[in-house]
């Protein structure tokens, strides 16, 4: 166990295993806006905790995706009223929260410095607000992270020792969505081998896991063509045609009758544009708020970017929330983007925007 200097202690994986042991009832905190990364990685971590004799229940302030609810139980809504009002937790478990602002609703009463018990994420930007965290900012997926520590209690593989498809399930998901299927940089051989042991517990239990893929990637409601439909007709390119970027503003939800799930992938869709380096997707939080979710190409850094501006996440995805216009928001974002861009091409002996 180590000590930071914001008096945050960081726990090993055999710590973390070792923790998870000595308390009996666990309530487990997502971030708001939910991923699959965060669902997964909950779902699996109280999986692991009830296969252990422990008693476990997830909260999330957002409601659940309809694509992702399946690995909620078909629940969308995941509220702390909705739980027993007989259960008193011993501790309090954060997943996949790189920050208290990510909270939404339960930054209040979750948020504050210390309140988090145990911190586990793949976030290296973490501000480490937890009494304890494990932490592992180079795995593709926080999913990982909770699988590891199942490993660590139980000692599960894909041979022998299989584990129960009721965690499996919620982690391969985890692991599938937050990797952009397997597509991004911080994949690794041993990520595909955790992957492997997932899918083999899923199908010694007769879960197909192209119904996984079709739940998460190939039904898609009409709402959501339609905001892919808006994504297009608003996209523009900035920094020599390096950025691409498309703001939906609350009058763009009302037009094409959007909901936040709807508009949850739009910068994935606008950063496979061939040239493009960065992209970034603006989208309300409120009146004068927006949040910005930035994608890019490897070599780049938009978790640096996102840091200027209060927010954080990984080298190639990250986000942050700014409080102006809309106007000034892109403003902003884009002259911090070509700032770095240029950066980065001084650094490496291409020329610059200014200087093509």
């Known amino acids: 166990m180590t000590e930071t200097a914001s008096a945050c202690a960081l726990l090993s994986r055999e710590e973390t295993a070792r923790w998870l042991q000595t308390y009996d009832r666990y309530l487990i905190l997502c971030h708001a806006h939910p991923d699959g990364d965060t669902l997964g990685a909950a779902m699996g971590l109280r999986g692991l905790l009830r296969h252990m004799g422990k008693t476990a229940h997830v909260i999330c302030a957002s409601p659940v ?13 995941l509220l702390l009223e909705q739980i027993p009002g007989t259960f008193l937790w011993d501790k309090v478990i954060s997943v996949d929260v790189a920050s208290p602002s990510l909270m939404g609703a339960y930054t209040v009463p979750f948020g504050e410095e210390r309140h988090v018990d145990l911190a586990i994420d793949h976030h290296g930007t973490n501000t ?12 593709a997926a926080c999913a990982e992270l909770v699988f590891d ?18 965690i499996a399930v919620p982690l391969y998901a985890g692991l599938n969505t937050d990797s952009g299927s397997f597509k991004y940089g911080a994949v690794t051989p041993e990520t595909h081998h955790r992957a492997a042991a997932m899918l083999a517990s899923m199908r010694a239990e007769g879960i197909e896991h192209a119904k996984i893929a079709e739940r998460l990637y190939g039904s898609r409601p009409l709402s959501q063509v339609m905001a892919a439909k808006a994504a297009y007709e608003n996209l523009r390119f900035f920094c020599d045609n390096r950025v691409s970027l498309v703001t939906f503003t609350p009058e763009t939800m009302k037009k094409y009758k959007l909901a936040d799930d709807d508009i949850d992938d739009i910068v994935n869709l606008i950063r496979g544009i061939q040239g493009v380096r960065v992209a970034v997707h603006i989208k309300p939080r409120g009146e004068g708020v927006y949040k910005l979710s930035l ?25 942050c929330t700014i409080e102006d216009t809309a106007e000034n928001v892109e403003a902003a974002i884009v002259s911090a983007i070509g ?18």
């Open 65 to 77: 995706p309809y694509r992702l609810s399946f690995i909620t139980e078909e629940r969308q809504s």
């Open 149 to 166: 520590l199942g490993r660590e209690i139980f000692g599960w593989n894909d041979t022998d020792r299989i584990m129960p498809a009721d």
């Open 128 to 139: 480490l607000f937890a009494k304890e965290a494990c932490i592992d900012g180079t795995l």
């Open 339 to 356: 700032a770095a861009l240029d950066a980065a091409d001084a650094a490496s002996g291409e020329p610059t925007e200014a200087q093509a």
């Open 295 to 319: 994608r890019c190409e490897q070599g780049f850094n938009v978790a640096q970017i996102a840091g200027q501006f209060g927010g954080g996440g990984h080298t190639c995805a990250a986000g």
